[in-house]
């Protein structure tokens, strides 16, 4: 077809007026969708974003943070494609990141908020820019590990940007079992130093974040050895770069180890250590020291207590997941209510947009409500963090493994649905959501590393797992666990809820608990069947019935703080705000139950505890809060306050035009930029191939293809 013929084709198809493309605008424009269904909202927004971020002082505070962050990097004006869209290569990549995190770092300085330790993927400081770890991990390691002396030395330094840390543990043989790690710190009595050293190619460190060229300081996880002694791993605060020139310090290798699925704005990298020297005052020496003449002591609760220092970190990822996820939703949900598709748009005069589709909207809210049940279940384990480390202060150790318990599942829960919820995001925007421009890829490829870091997932399940089966052995039941009845619960019991019954969170709580105690007590049964092949073996072959049970008990937990949550929202609030989110919790537990779309609905059925019958009414109260949901689902999704520049996605912005803002960021494309100079033609391509090709010659592999 000659181009000529396409044009009039065009034209003919054409509505009404043109818009500044040339292109006939449809009846309703995808603003006017956005507005629309935005008005449908049943409560006011701003008194959920008080709830989600817990006052409206804290509102204003984030606003205000991001306001200022976004300005000072220039990156509030949407009609200009965001940096990272433009060709950047792996050293932009990073320096972008920098910049980011200076950004964010000294905001939070200057105000003293922490706004940028969770609420967005775009300035977040923890592993998204180089700048993150060092309050992330780095800082909070020294005041957990340090003596008072250490913690007064180091702390004003990185509190102030002055050093900027790294947490350097992983190494490229060995992550998980850090009981294995093999890189040494050998104490020099003659120098009253540890040397540390790399002894062999699987010790080499790799993949801390900002190790690579960004950290000038690194807490490293290494044996401590005295004489002939291995005592084991220990931390050890190594400064790797000069403050003056930023050169690695004597025996120091350190490098990048590329490109990644995302975190690219950071420089996870690697470290070989070839004799290198740091003073004995670097080994962290609130639990175990090494004195002058090296006598080794230790703390005899030592291990607990560094088992306590691994929570606050597990907490920053859970609160970010939560977020994260929000984001991804924010932005399916924003283009779903704009985008049409198939034979609603043919209905006169519909505005009925993809949202409209069952499918969409039954993805989508049940997704919206499992952001909050993380968010509202992160709350709570912050809640549980702070009782500990209060207790932890009187010498109270006794609720340490619980709470570690209550994390590890949350972390495993948390990340493993954001990054899955996240990826079906993606999917619901279809083609466009397939574009890096749409936002999605970055979010998704993100919180699939959240799996992995700061605990395997599936290895915090095991620690679940092995929490509730020295719960069963105890003489009396945990308080967490008391919901179990009896050794041999499960045999033959029914659920006798029916109808809108299900709709009442108590009867949705007791049917998670029976799950969650009948697991629980099955796993229990056969590893004492079992018993007498060791701990290790017999639980790792009955490892995932033990998963199941953790992960019901970690439902049970995330769908009380959801319910507690909601109880607790204060009277003032208007009546609204508390229905729409009862409806959450009811949806979140009813599609757990009963949801081609989750994984865990067959373990509430495998035993017969819930007939046909009663699957079917739950599947009826799901539709009906579909239908009460559904125009709430923009408002849902705007009250956690996402800024268009930090989803930084043509699909997502607040005002819904998609197509408008597609086209004007692709036409700023590098690629596109650069052949329009050359009447709109690849030159490389055409010169290097296409030519050639066309006329039918093969053409050399030349010298610069070949690099
Ligand atoms: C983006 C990113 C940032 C990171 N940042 C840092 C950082 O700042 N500092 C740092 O020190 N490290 C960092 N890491 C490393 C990270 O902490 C480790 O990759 C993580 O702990 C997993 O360890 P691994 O790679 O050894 O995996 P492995 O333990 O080898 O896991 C591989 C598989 O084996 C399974 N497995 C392992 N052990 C068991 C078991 N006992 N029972 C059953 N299954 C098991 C796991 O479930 C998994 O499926 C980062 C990693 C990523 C991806």
Redesign the pocket.
């Known amino acids: 077809m000659k181009g000529d013929d396409r044009s009039d084709n065009a034209s003919q198809a054409r509505g009404g007026g043109e818009d500044s493309h040339g292109v006939g605008k449809p009846a309703i424009t995808q603003t006017q969708m956005m507005e629309s269904a935005r008005n449908q909202a049943t409560f006011d927004t701003s008194k959920l974003s008080e709830i989600i971020f817990g006052s409206p002082e804290a509102v204003k505070i984030h606003k205000k943070a991001f306001q200022r962050v976004e300005e000072s990097t220039g990156t509030t004006d949407m009609s200009k494609l965001p940096a990272r869209y433009g060709n950047m290569n792996r050293e932009d990549m990073l320096l972008e990141g920098l910049r980011a995190g200076r950004a964010a770092f000294h905001d939070s300085l200057d105000n003293g908020d922490s706004t940028f330790r969770y609420h967005t993927q775009e300035w977040v400081l923890t ?1 998204s820019n180089p700048l993150g ?1 060092t309050e992330v ?1 780095f800082r909070p390691m020294i005041e957990l590990q340090g003596t008072a002396e250490q913690i007064a030395y180091w702390t004003p330094l990185s509190r102030s940007g002055k050093i900027i840390g ?5 190494e490229i043989g ?4 850090v009981a294995g790690l093999e890189t040494t710190a050998v104490f020099d009595k003659r120098t009253d130093e540890f040397v540390i050293n790399s002894p062999t190619l699987s010790s080499i460190k790799f ?3 900002a190790l690579g060229y960004m950290s000038s300081h690194t807490i490293v996880i290494a044996r401590l050895i005295i004489g002939e002694k291995d005592y084991g791993v220990h931390a050890f605060i190594v400064q790797l770069r000069s403050l003056k020139d930023w050169k690695p310090l004597p025996g120091i290798e350190l490098g990048d180890i590329g490109l ?1 699925m995302a ?1 690219n704005g950071t420089d ?1 990298g690697y470290a070989v250590f070839n004799n290198a020297r740091i003073p004995r005052s670097n080994l962290l020496m609130r639990f175990a020291s090494v004195s002058r003449d090296g006598a080794y002591t230790t703390h005899p609760l030592r291990e607990k207590l560094l088992y306590g220092g691994m929570l606050k970190g597990r907490l920053a990822i859970i609160r970010n997941s939560a977020f994260q996820l929000a984001q991804a939703l924010t932005i399916a949900t924003r283009y779903s209510v704009v985008r049409r598709q198939g034979h609603k748009q043919l209905q006169q005069n519909s505005v009925a947009s993809i949202m409209s589709y069952k499918l969409q909207h039954y993805r989508l809210l049940m997704l919206i409500s499992r952001a909050y049940a993380s968010l509202f279940a992160s709350l709570a384990s912050d809640s549980a963090y702070q009782e500990l480390q209060k207790q932890q202060a009187n010498g109270d150790h006794s609720s340490l493994s619980y709470t570690h318990m209550v994390m590890a599942g949350l972390k495993a829960w948390v990340t493993a649905n954001a990054a899955d919820a996240a990826e079906d995001a993606r999917k619901m925007c279809g083609g466009h959501g397939y574009l890096m421009i749409s936002g999605l890829p970055e979010i998704v490829n993100s919180l699939a ?1 959240t799996c ?5 997932n ?2 915090m399940w ?1 620690q679940v797992a092995s929490y509730l089966m020295k719960g069963m052995a105890a003489r009396s039941l945990p308080k967490d666990m008391a919901y179990i009845p009896s050794p041999t619960y499960g045999k033959r019991v029914r659920c006798h809820v029916s109808g809108v019954d299900f709709l009442h969170v108590d009867n949705l709580l007791y049917i998670f608990q029976h799950r969650a105690a009948r697991l629980i007590t099955e796993a229990y049964q056969l590893l004492r069947a079992s018993r007498g092949k060791g701990a290790v073996q017999n639980e ?1 072959r009955h ?1 995932v019935v033990l998963l199941s049970a953790a992960k019901a008990h970690t439902e049970l937990y995330i769908l009380q703080s959801f319910r507690e949550h909601v109880t607790s929202i204060s009277g003032s609030m208007p009546t609204e705000v508390k229905a729409v989110l009862t409806r959450l919790v009811r949806l979140f537990a009813l599609t757990t139950i009963a949801s081609p779309l989750c994984s865990s609905s067959a373990s509430f059925v495998e035993d017969g505890f819930l007939t046909l019958n009663q699957l079917g009414d739950i599947r009826t109260n799901i539709d009906h809060l579909l239908e009460e949901l559904q125009p709430d689902a923009i408002a849902l999704t705007d009250a956690w306050e996402f800024t268009d520049a930090s989803l930084t996605s043509a699909l997502g912005c607040k005002d819904g035009d998609v197509y408008e803002r597609m086209m004007c960021w692709i036409r700023q494309l590098p690629i596109n930029v650069h052949a329009s100079e050359n009447d709109s033609v690849f030159r490389d391509g055409w010169e290097e191939v296409i030519r050639d090709f066309i006329a039918g010659g093969r053409g050399n592999v030349t010298e610069k293809a070949r690099l």
């Open positions: 592993n770890l991990l790294s947490y350097t543990q992983t060995q992550g998980t079992f993949w801390p974040g990644k975190y996870n590393a992995t870091f700061e605990g395997e599936y290895v095991k790792d490892d």
